[in-house]
């Protein structure tokens, strides 16, 4: 039997920052002082394993905090619902920002750890997509034009296998994951 998945993801996590913060150097990308914060931008997880592992940092804090932390979730999830409806992106702040900090930096979701430099992957159909990073990598092309990207393909392929891994040890197969961190949040632990 294969290693616990919620074991082994950390292990993913660790490799994501690791090549992310080595392109990051390479290329000379840094977020001190930048006046934008990912924190509220609008991303959508797809893998119970993440939303699992959200949870398992989620379930060790202070009832009291877990609570404030979830009033929070119930409040952008509402208003989230709200901007949607009128044809607005969400550009609120994660509810587990507080003071422009993540205070469950450890059990940050994958795109909170991977957004930034500039990127590619390969879908299993042989399709590459591109994407130019955030707005300061951007910038940073304009100087440099070959600089190096983050491959996220192989990063991808295990997440994948974790969340294989990870839905086969749950007692029914679930539904597909498509939400916020908030949702996640609010809904509470992956069932
Ligand atoms: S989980 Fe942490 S890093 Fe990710 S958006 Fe929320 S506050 Fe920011």
């Known amino acids: 039997m294969s290693e616990d998945p919620l074991l082994r993801l950390p292990r993913l996590y660790a490799d994501m920052e690791d090549q992310y913060a080595d392109?990051?150097?390479?290329?000379?990308?840094?977020c001190?002082?930048?006046?934008?914060?990912?924190?509220?931008?609008?991303f959508q997880h797809h893998?119970?394993?993440?939303?699992?592992?959200?949870?398992l940092g989620l379930a060790a804090l202070p009832k009291e905090q877990l609570r404030v932390i979830r009033s929070r979730a119930e409040?952008?999830?509402?208003?989230?619902?709200?901007?949607?409806?009128?044809?607005?992106?969400?550009?609120?702040?994660?509810?587990?920002?507080e003071d422009g900090r993540c205070i469950l930096y450890a059990h940050?979701?994958?795109?909170?750890?991977?957004h930034g430099v500039p990127n590619v992957f390969t879908l299993p159909n042989g399709v590459t997509k591109d994407f130019s990073g955030c707005f300061r990598a951007q910038k940073l092309d304009a100087?440099?034009?070959?600089?190096?990207?983050l491959d996220r393909s192989e990063l991808y392929r295990r997440l994948v296998e974790l969340e294989?891994?990870?839905?086969?040890?749950?007692?029914?197969?679930?539904?597909?994951v498509r939400?916020?961190?908030?949702?996640?949040i609010h809904q509470g632990p992956p069932i």
Request: glycine share 2%.
């Open 23 to 30: 392109i990051a150097a390479q290329i000379g990308l840094t």
């Open 32 to 42: 001190a002082e930048c006046p934008d914060n990912c924190c509220t931008s609008y």
């Open 47 to 55: 893998t119970h394993v993440e939303w699992a592992y959200l949870w």
């Open 75 to 97: 409040e952008y999830v509402n208003q989230a619902r709200q901007m949607l409806a009128e044809q607005r992106v969400p550009d609120m702040m994660c509810p587990l920002n």
């Open 108 to 114: 940050r979701l994958m795109i909170c750890r991977l």
């Open 143 to 149: 100087t440099q034009p070959d600089r190096p990207k």
């Open 164 to 176: 294989v891994d990870f839905v086969r040890s749950m007692p029914k197969k679930p539904a597909r």
């Open 179 to 184: 939400l916020t961190l908030a949702e996640m």
